[in-house]
């Protein structure tokens, strides 16, 4: 069965510092994975998507930028963090044949 | 962009009561889905839905997929302590991409 992961669970930062998310998906190959952010447990934005490696399409601009890096990895950085960057961070990926995205459990980031 | 109307934004029930919500679009979408989050968690898939008109169940939980293709319906039966949390529908735009509505934050009286 597949598995979804992210680290760190919770993480609180200074406005400023460089931020580093990693998602890895197990139990499938080539995933489409996405990463979304969430404010106040509502509404969640798509932020950035992959079909492949080295593939990223970016959603909105921001300060946040997206890699990955091998099939199963996608990172959500940032080399300067904003207190708007503040907010549940949410990796998810499809198997690319179907619509059905499947979540990970979140990290939830405070910038202070 | 996209938008789906997802309604009612909170809904405030008695255990035992039957739930209903829904989204609509002022666009086509070929797939619906809904989802369930918990607080602190990821969103959960509940249904999916690939034709108009379709009728799934997963359940007590039962979703529609409009005939005019431009909305969706979740229904509860017999609400539970455990069905707390937030409701979301999300329709396929296309590339890859769902939009997702805002939520339906339900709350069970016990």
């Known amino acids: 069965s597949q598995t979804i992961h992210q680290w760190p669970a919770t993480l609180v930062q200074p406005v400023g510092s460089p931020l580093s998310l990693e998602c890895t998906v197990e139990?499938?190959?080539?995933?489409?994975l996405y990463w979304y952010r969430q404010a106040a447990g509502r509404g969640l934005q798509l932020l950035f998507y992959?079909?492949?490696?080295?593939?990223i399409s970016s959603e909105v601009p921001q300060n946040l930028s997206a890699s990955r890096p091998q099939d199963r990895q996608f990172i959500l950085s940032s080399k300067k963090l904003l207190l708007s960057d503040s907010g549940f961070y949410l990796c998810?990926?499809?198997?690319?044949?179907?619509?059905?995205?499947?979540f990970g459990p979140g990290t939830r980031l405070t910038v202070t | 962009g996209q938008q789906l109307n997802q309604s009612p934004q909170s809904m405030f029930i008695q255990e035992g009561e039957d739930v209903s919500m829904n989204c609509t679009s002022s666009?086509?979408?070929?797939?619906w889905l809904w989802y369930k989050q918990e607080p602190g968690e990821g969103p959960v898939l509940l249904i999916a839905?690939?034709?108009?008109?379709e009728l799934t169940s997963n359940g007590r939980l039962t979703a529609q997929f409009g005939i005019t293709r431009k909305d969706s319906f979740l229904n509860i039966s017999a609400s539970i302590p455990s069905d707390v949390g937030i409701y979301f529908c999300?329709?396929?735009?296309?590339?890859?991409?769902?939009?997702f509505g805002q939520g339906t934050r339900l709350t069970i009286n016990p």
């Open positions: 139990g499938t190959s080539n995933p489409n």
């Open positions: 992959s079909v492949g490696i080295g593939q």
């Open positions: 666009s086509i979408f070929n797939t």
């Open positions: 998810a990926w499809s198997p690319g044949q179907t619509y059905e995205q499947y």
């Open positions: 839905l690939y034709k108009a008109g």
């Open positions: 999300a329709g396929y735009l296309g590339a890859q991409k769902l939009v």
